[in-house]
């Protein structure tokens, strides 16, 4: 069965730092690109960042040059690391992944971030 757990979320001030992970199991990790979204109270989910099959980045304009998105292919976990926090960065995060091999999208629990002034 295909579980992606999202971990690394919790309450930090402005200007503060996080590293979320995403760790997946039940798929050829490497065959799929993998991406976090956020949902923050009262929004739609947004796109935050995503990273290709072949180690390619996007980021939002919003996060650009704050938030750096990697992966290890090796461990089946992909990261984000979360600097220069800003309170409209307060959201539930969730990482998502689509492969190669299947048409299906599939989708973690998700990890609060708080943050605070």
């Known amino acids: 069965q295909v579980r992606l757990v999202e971990s690394g979320g919790g309450s930090v001030q402005t200007g503060g730092s996080l590293k979320l992970s995403c760790t997946a199991s039940?798929?050829?990790?490497?065959?799929?690109?993998m991406g976090w979204y956020r949902q923050a109270p009262g929004k739609e989910r947004e796109s935050v960042s995503g990273?290709?099959?072949?180690?390619?980045?996007s980021y939002a304009d919003s996060v650009k040059g704050r938030f750096t998105i990697s992966r290890d292919n090796a461990k089946n976990i992909l990261y984000l690391q979360m600097n220069s926090l800003k309170t409209e960065d307060t959201a539930v995060y969730y990482c998502?992944?689509?492969?190669?091999?299947?048409?299906?999208?599939?989708w973690g629990q998700g990890t609060q971030v708080s943050v605070s002034s």
């Open positions: 039940g798929l050829d990790f490497s065959d799929c690109g």
């Open positions: 998502a992944a689509i492969c190669l091999s299947s048409a299906t999208s599939y």
């Open positions: 990273i290709s099959r072949s180690g390619s980045t």
